[in-house]
Every structure is written in C-alpha cells, then in structure tokens.
C-alpha cells in the first residue's frame, strides 16, 4: 500500500505528476516541468515536500557517544543547534545510510534519515541503544524544504521569521503564526540542491497551511523529486542506494571530509581508517560528457583501450550546464579531473573526462555564526 | 491508405508508398516531459517489427522507439538531437524520427487509426 504525505492532496490540486517513490506516492513533477522548475529553484525559491524522510530523536545520557559509535564523525564537541552530514555505518566498512544529525540538546539529537532506508535504520539504530538511550520516531511532523536565494527573504516576509543569524548547517526551534495559530517548527539551514535555504519540520496538522503560506509569496513555486535529483547531482552529492551503499565505504565515496580525527572507534573503524592511511581501489568521481547523449546509472566507464575501469551510478541532464554528467566509481589513478574516458551507452562509446564535484558552485551560506 | 497509424507503445506512423516515417506521440511526449536528446540510427541499419531504431532522452529517462515493421532505415532527422522538441511538430512537419523502407508493409495492418488510439488511451 502506497503512504502518502500530508501534502498528498495539495499535490494532486497543483497538478503535480504523482508516482510511488520509497513507498509514498509522491510529486516529480509539476505543470512548470523538470527543467524550469529546476531553474527555478537556482534563480528563485522551490518548495520541496520531503515528508517521506523519516525524523526521529535520539535522547538520554551518551547520545554523542552513541553516534560516534554508529558513524564516523564527531559529535561530543558539537554545540547544541550544530547539523552534520555523516553517514551510518555497517561492520564492513560499508554504508547503511547518509543522514543529517543535529544536536539539540547536550543529551538531544534530532535526526532526518532518507526514506527508503526508514524502517531499516530505525531498526539498527534500535537494536544498537544502550539502556540509557530512548529513540522517538517522528511520524507526526512533516518536512518541507524551502531552497533557492529568495528562500530567507520568502521566510521573513510569509512567517515573519527573521533567520539572518542562522548559519548553514544550523537549526534553531520556534514559533511561528501560521494560519492564525501558532506552530512550532524546526528550522534548519541545509538542504539538497546546494542552495541556500531550510528543511522545515512542522507537526503534520499545519503542514498544508504552511505549505499553501509559503506559496502564497510569488517567489516560491512547487519543486517534484525529479528537479531535486537534477540539482542534487550538479552538486555533486550522493543519492542512497545509487552513488552510496552498502558496499561502498566513505573513502571510496570520497566524503572522507565527514569522519572526525576524535572518532576512531566507529562501526567498521578497522576497514575505513586504513582506507584513509593507504588509500583505495576506486574513487567515486564526477563524470561530464563531451559528445551529445545522455548517460546514466549502469553505463560503463571505459578507458582509451576499450577497457572497463568503473561505472556511471547517477546521471542525467544538466538544466545548468545543458550538459550531460553523472558521478560513479573509477579506478583511483584514474579518478583525477580532466582524465579522459568513454561511457558506454547501449553500446555506443560516448567521450568524456572526470570532472571535480561539485560541477557547479553551491550558494549556501558560512557555517560560521 | 491515408491518415497516420498508432501503436500501443506509441509511435505514430505515416505510411508513404514503401515508406514509413515514425515518430512520436503527443502522449509519449508529455509522459517523457522535457527532452535533451534523441539518438538516432545510422542510414542503413536493418531494423525489425518492435525492435528498437532510436532512443528518446528526456530529463528524467530514456525511451526506446520501437520500429513498427521489418525494414532498413533510409533517413533520419539530423536535425533532432540537437533540437530535441523537434519530435513535438506533426510528422511531416520535421516531427519524425526516421523514415523506415518497409520489407512488409502489411505489418502494418493490425495498427490502430487516430480515433482508435485516442479510445486506447483512455484505458491506459
């Protein structure tokens, strides 16, 4: 049975195209189109629903040890209102999920986990709990994200909510008059398109006004999952289940960057930190094609030999660039930008060159306060 | 014969002589939504009944075009991998892919007319 979202029925009103995504049937698009609503959110402002992401919090004495067990990175010196990237991970080094976790309180953590991964990392989260640990899904909360370079201006002007001070990869918790009534959300500076702009967590009940609020302002239009996917990819950031797996460790993926000198004790320490030491086999790169065509997860990278040294696991159009690109997997001495290469593409040997990530500048703000 | 033909994974057809140039329909269009690319065959190629001849690319996936007959392919639109909206034009205003020289042109006989295929689409 398909779930749905509280938005569900805003979607359909704005003649969203729906389709089944992680189990929820969800927008991808809208009457604007994949690529102007792409272009929106890069000149404008999108609103994204993303309420089939899973919140959940994570509370008791040792919470920051607790996620230094379960990821690589460090939490014990994060202040409370401080968000972080990282991912979980399994006994082989592999990933189980990426996820952002925020420290709200010294024993608090607010958590967003991808979908499709829900029920798994709740149950590994469940079963890794020390006594004085309590886990709380969320189910109750929507999540909206409101990005692009109008999204501060749209926040202060629909909601009377001045978020100038917030830097990137912060969250504070407040009030706001939606509707008439007041409505506690979580706000954090972060997001997926690598604009600036919020994840908003709102109780399911005031979603639907928030939601109609924030497009009420002529800035704002509708965004599905396929323009998300087109700008996450210009970013250069990782889809679960595509560019990041269970089989795929945080060298390989290169997001090295998330793992904390402090943190040497994690789940599949043993496997990564030597990876980190001595390096890797492959490298996840990105890929920019330089003749026409499209390629995507699955084609084959090959060398100036014909021969396979890795594989496309995204891909797609540029709305930007009006070029093709995608990110997957190379040998590493071939994971250096500008290194020529083919994609394969039903059969066809497409040239192309290993391009740095992102392909594209991101927008979003200093982390500093 | 007259008026163009319809198939159920829709390619829509208009049938010249021993020829046969296809394309796309408005519905393939707009369930495809933007397009950035068509791959075209090469001039030559031998293609077969409901094999695919060229490949659709749009924002958010690829689609096979599907020859509706047996035969080899005498022309394609150059013009459309760089001009992809190209395939929105009536067929023979530049909206086809490839012209198809039919070895048995009466496989064409069990395709559906416009009128056919606009009741196909509705119980689909």
């Known amino acids: 049975m398909t779930q749905k979202t509280a938005l569900h029925d805003l979607h359909i009103d704005l003649g969203a195209k729906m389709g089944e995504f992680a189990g929820y049937d969800m927008p991808l698009y809208y009457p604007l189109g994949v690529i102007g609503e792409h272009e929106w959110v890069r000149n404008a402002c999108g609103l994204f629903d993303v309420s089939h992401m899973g919140q959940i919090v994570l509370e008791g004495a040792g919470a920051a040890q607790f996620w230094e067990r379960l990821t690589p990175s460090g939490f014990q010196q994060k202040a409370p209102g401080r968000a972080q990237y990282t991912v979980l991970m399994n006994e082989q080094g592999g990933i189980i999920d990426d996820l952002i976790i925020t420290r709200t309180a010294p024993d608090g953590f607010f958590t967003v986990i991808n979908a499709g991964c829900k029920e798994k990392d709740i149950a590994w989260i469940q079963s890794q709990l020390t006594p004085d640990l309590k886990l709380t899904r969320l189910d109750d909360r929507a999540l909206l994200a409101l990005q692009g370079v109008k999204a501060e201006s749209v926040m202060a002007q629909t909601l009377n909510l001045d978020l100038s001070a917030l830097p990137y990869m912060h969250m504070t918790e407040t009030k706001a008059v939606i509707d008439g009534k007041d409505v506690d959300l979580f706000i954090s500076r972060l997001g997926y398109t690598g604009e600036d702009g919020f994840e908003i967590s709102v109780p399911n009940a005031h979603a639907v006004a928030l939601a109609k609020a924030l497009l009420a302002h002529e800035a704002v239009k509708p965004i599905g999952l396929a323009a998300r996917d087109s700008l996450r990819l210009e970013m250069g950031y990782p889809l679960y289940g595509h560019d990041i797996h269970a089989q795929t460790s945080p060298v390989e993926a290169d997001i090295g960057w998330i793992m904390s000198k402090n943190n040497t004790g994690f789940i599949g320490a043993d496997i990564v930190l030597p990876q980190k030491e001595k390096g890797v086999a492959r490298k996840r790169i990105g890929v920019r094609l330089l003749e026409k065509g499209v390629a995507r997860e699955g084609a084959e990278i090959r060398n100036n030999r014909d021969e396979i040294v890795g594989a496309l696991t995204s891909g797609g159009f540029s709305p930007s660039l009006k070029e093709s690109i995608g990110q997957g997997y190379i040998q590493t001495d071939l994971a250096v930008p500008g290194q020529k290469i083919f994609v394969n593409v039903r059969g066809r040997n497409i040239m192309a060159e290993v391009a740095g990530l992102p392909f594209a500048p991101a927008k979003t703000k200093s982390m500093k306060k | ?124």
């Open chain 2, 1 to 124: 014969m007259g008026g163009l033909k319809f198939t159920q994974d829709h390619e829509c057809i208009y049938v010249d002589g021993d020829i046969a140039w296809v394309g796309i329909t408005k519905y393939a269009q707009d369930a495809l939504g933007d397009l950035v690319f068509v791959e075209l065959p090469e001039i030559g190629k031998q293609v077969k009944k409901k094999e695919y001849f060229a490949v659709v690319e749009s924002v958010k996936t690829a689609a096979e075009v599907y020859s509706p007959v047996d035969g080899e392919v005498v022309e394609a639109n150059d013009n459309m991998p760089g001009d992809p909206e190209m395939i929105a034009k009536p067929l023979k205003e530049g909206g086809w892919i490839a012209k198809i020289k039919m070895s048995d042109a009466s496989q064409l006989d069990g395709l559906m007319n416009e009128a056919a295929y606009e009741d196909y689409l509705k119980t689909i």
